[in-house]
Nanobody
Framework: QVQLVESGGGSVQAGGSLRLSCAAS????????MAWFRQAPGKEREGVATTYTGGGSTYYADYVKGRFTISLDNAKNTLYLQMNSLKLEDTAMYYC???????????????????WGQGTQVTVSS
């Protein structure tokens, strides 16, 4: 089992920045990848960014590429999401997730991620 706890959400004006954190505990050595997802009211959960827990490549959704950066500090068992140049459409609940195997529908698809945090709200205003 892996437990995930997100923090760092809040309210920010458009153009501003936030950094989300996800503290992982439990069987973290068993994870294959970790990711950030988000879900806005009335919309499906969508992938934001992901990274292999063993190091290596990171992947970003087109709508955040160049603005968001995902990073993993294995020593602290903490996943981060640095969000810059925030837009109104970035408003959503942001979730941290971990997969124990390669997600079958792609690294940025929620299917296959079997551990989830409770979410942290990000609100961007004009």
């Amino acid at each position: 089992q892996v437990q995930l706890v997100e923090s760092g959400g809040g309210s920010v004006q458009a153009g501003g920045s936030l950094r989300l954190s996800c503290a992982a505990s439990g069987d973290t050595y068993s994870t294959y990848s970790m990711a950030w997802f988000r879900q806005a009211p009335g919309k499906e959960r969508e992938g934001v960014a992901t990274t292999y827990t063993g190091g290596g490549s990171t992947y970003y959704a087109d709508y955040v590429k160049g603005r968001f950066t995902i990073s993993l500090d294995n020593a602290k068992n903490t996943l981060y999401l640095q969000m810059n140049s925030l837009k109104l459409e970035d408003t959503a609940m942001y979730y941290c997730a971990a997969a124990q195997r390669a997600p079958p529908q792609g690294m940025l698809h929620p299917v296959g991620y079997n551990f989830w945090g409770q979410g942290t709200q990000v609100t961007v205003s004009s």
